[in-house]
């Protein structure tokens, strides 16, 4: 909301700009932006035109003398011819940069010295009028700036009124604030009505068919009126909120509405069928064309301002087409009403269609100002347009309106803020801002709300009112005590950031990426997928909501990649959405916590001394084995994975735990899925169900004592088929009691070991929890393990010689 | 026998010479075979005991013995000699370059800084007694809108853009026998505040004191917003909680945060689910307060020495009533505020989209 300083220094003494934002903002009404009007035209003065004489190397100039308020005149040369000497013109100083950019300098114009220019009304940017200098009043002083003289001087405060406060929502509104706050008087405007003429009632009647809807609707009827233009005054000061001068008997509704913040609503009466006004809800199939040109299909909900024959306006949100004012109009129905909120915004939504006057309904009219408004808007209409006003007030008000009534207990504002408040501060509070006390006891008072506020119901509300008309910083600053058991830490979040830390010492860097991805990123991740859609998204880019972290980190890859970072380890930790499947509805969705990696380039960053080699699987092996590390998972395997549609059908893995319960997903991303994201083969993940490593976690680790006894340690060699897998030849091994560690240290295949085959070699380490074991202990095990290896189907093995 | 002694001191005193001006390892060596060998000259000297009486022999023996030791110590004292002098040598070599990189087989990486800032913000109400929850991010209007006090036809809604999900793509419910009451739209949770109503229900009655970090969605994407952010969700319900505690626990979070000589500033403001309401500001994190820095205005704040970085308020009742709580029992003060802001201020970052761009250059500053 724009408030004039100037319009509302109509109502109260209010303080200068600056302390009345501070005030404002101080209380809840905050001032975003401070504006200075007429600002542009700093330097403009008004000035006398002394003596003018022809220039004497210049057919088409002047020289003149000009009296700029300083102790001399000074020497302008001008082009224009519509002047006089002694008319007061805008005289531009040296130094002032005009609304079109122009500075103005001391220039030589056909070797005559000028020192400023003088201005037409376009070079102000006041007007479109270049066809000479812009003529002030005789009597503005010179030397006075032009922003004043013209009245354009003024400053407008841009208020950022919450939605609780439609009764601030006007120049009124603010100054019934600051004149509680001040303890100053606030000057109503006092309507004086000259009627004449037949009474209104004969001129137009008003039905209300839907009550509930329309609790009030008054009309009065102006004849006579001619519709023009507005005086300069008046055209400034809706500018200067904002507002576009029209014509003035509009522009008469839109003052009032600025003024008293009422919406009003101004009807060519010749226009309304049968002179009726009938407040009710749309017919079915009915249509009605509005002001902004639109035809519109109505909702029976829609509430409707009709005539005889048809609608006339969207009750409330806009007028129609059919019953505007139009240059011809001469007799003029004003409408004052009181509509209900909800309806309001509801007719406001379904059409799009958004008003000043459905800004104001849907968050609550003050019904005490139906009257004044109407009474205001015809005052003016007679003396701005012409017109005159017919005796009476066309009223329906089949919901007369009582106020409300809180009861505050003189307690309640010191226990729920902390602080003392004295009694007499809070009637002094409550009766400024016009809450009137009804009945009074000991224990409390039941306070009368004024009609404009209608955001106050509770006893909580008043407390508010005190609250922060008082100011907060009376409330001292305190800690609860201490009446709650601090918490454990949540378990899962303990384990995500031990998660995130070794990720981290793993190379990966955190990302955090959309929730909602486009459809082809779902797709190319799970063909098949049914994501959860947005029904308003805001790009098809962030359409649905991700079922699968992966595609986010591999476009995030993807990014980094057209930077020229080839080699990147990236994670998010995150939530993925599916819709439930059990039919339940609370909370709506099933939403799960996910850990995802991506691995792509080299293994190690180029530098000297590391190896440059390209990320495998094992390298996300490694990262899926850290991060299970970190939480104490300890028994889980891998095993080949045939159900995870974004991998390598050759390098997947589930990752599954002792119990079986499969926990996630490794490989390589499938070729189709890395290069619906520009990527190239060879880039690798992991995902993981949060849920299930948390129930399997052991956040604190279990003492084993550290063995006292020597190990013997045996390397052991073996050729294989490459078909063998190696944790089937490791479980062989480990059959042994006596094996207390086995570690894989090398896989080679190629000569001399035949084709179709590979070495293993095994560093396997001996060890009694009991004794000392001899070697020939060692040797007696060793041997057992190789005639396991070589009859046990699954491995085959050969001792390589 | 005086022979062979004189035989066994020349022995003496020519090893004597020879190893002190021996030059390397080698030399040692062949100078010890040479001595001491089994072909060496003492072997040689001692085969000549053979015609020496029993009564001589001990005497030979004992000079041989003495000998044998004295040139076995020359050689161990002329080993250690040599050794010094090739640890001297290699010492006083060039230096190996230390300004080579340190060896980069796996850099560690980084934590995004909302998290960073989500976990210190997190920790700081930890030490306060809070509680961290979390609660869906996909929610229904009721937790999100009217249990919160915001009513259907309330013009709060138009506060905040809120996406709504197609309901069509939530699965279908009527397929299975049990369906649960709650019915209404369902949408993007467009605060962390429905995890307030959530958490209450969860206790069932006061104490409650929570926080909750979260995702948060609203339908607005330009340069100052992003469609999804963060937020950080507190709630303390209890008997006798007033504004005074409120001011107090922003204050102590605010210097936790943001610094020990931290200010805060409370200004009445409007959230439909607390009463009173405030918007909080903290001294500027960037001019300290000042409004400018090294004479020019600080563009942080833009001169006001302040930043809106919180809202907050004491719980509505009717928020209480919804939950089933009394509020003629209890009070309680709730506060919310978004965690990218926190962290620009923090880290001096100007453009909220770096947060979701994910740029390894930016990641890895943090």
Redesign the interface.
Known sequence: MRISCKWLSDYVDAPAAEELARLL????L?VEAVERLGAELTGVVAARVVASEKHPNAEKLSVTRIDAGGPDPLQIVCGAKNYQVGDVVPLATIGTVLPGGMRIERAKLRGVESFGMLCSAKELGIDADASGLLILPRDAKPGTPVADVLGLADVVLEVNV????PDALSHVGIAREVAALLGKPLRLPQPKLDERGAPASDAVRVRIEAPDRCARYAARVVEGVRIGPSPGWLARRLEACGVRSISNVVDVTNFVLLELGHPLHAFDLDRVAGHEIVVRTARPGERMTTLDGKERALDPEDLLIADRDRGSALAGVMGGGDSEISAGTTRVLIESAWFS??GI??TSRRHQLRSEASFRF??GADPGAVIPALNRCAELLAELAGGAVRPGIVDANPRPFTPGKVRLAWTRPA?????PVELATTRRILGGLGFVEASADEQGATFEVPSWRVDIA????L??EI??TQG??A?????????????A??PD?VAL?RV?DA??????????????VSPADVEAVEPGA??????????AD?A??RTSLVGSLLR?VA??RR?G?DS????EI??V?R???????????D?RRRICGVLAGR???V????SGDPVDFYDAKASVEAVLAAIGVGDSRVEIDRATTWLHPRSAGAVLLADGTRVGALGEIHPRTAAAFSLPRGVFAFELEVGPLVSAMELVAKYRPVPRLPALLRDLAVVVSDRVRAADVLAAVRTEPLVEDVTLFDVYTGPPIPAGKKNLAMAISYRAADRTLTDAEADAAHARILERLRTDPAVAAELRA | MADLIGQLEALAASARASIVSADGERALEDLRVRYLGKKGELSAVLRGMGQLTPEERPRVGEVANRVRDEVEAMLAQARARLEQVKLDAELAGPPIDVTLPGRQLLPRGHRHPITRAMEDIAAIFAGLGYEVTSGPEIELDWYNFDALNVLPDHPARDMQDTFYVAEETLGAREARGERDAATGQVLLRTHTSPVQIRSMQRAGKPPVRIICPGRVYRSDYDQTHSPMFHQIEGLCVDTGITFADLKGTLAAFARGFFGPSTRTRFRPSYFPFVEPGAEVDVSCAICGGAGSREGRRCGTCKGSGWLEVLGAGMVHPTVLRNVGFDPSSCTGFAFGFGVERMAMLRHGIDDLRLFFENDLRFLAQF
């Open positions: 903002t101080g209380v809840g905050e919450t939605p609780n406060r909120p909800a915004r509801r849907e968050r226990e729920v803020l902390g602080a509770h006893e909580e509300d407390i508010e609250c922060r907060y910083d409330i001292p600053e305190r800690l609860p005590a201490a009446s709650v058991e601090p918490p830490p949540a979040r950031t995130r990720l981290e010492a793993a190379g990966f860097s955190e990302t955090v990426t959309f929730s909602f049914r994501p959860i859609a947005l029904a308003n998204p805001i790009s962030l649905v909501m995030s990014h980094d930077q970072l990147a380890r990236v994670y995150a939530s959405y819709p439930r499947t059990d039919g339940a509805r609370n909370p709506p969705a939403e293994r190690s960053p530098s000297w001394g590391v």
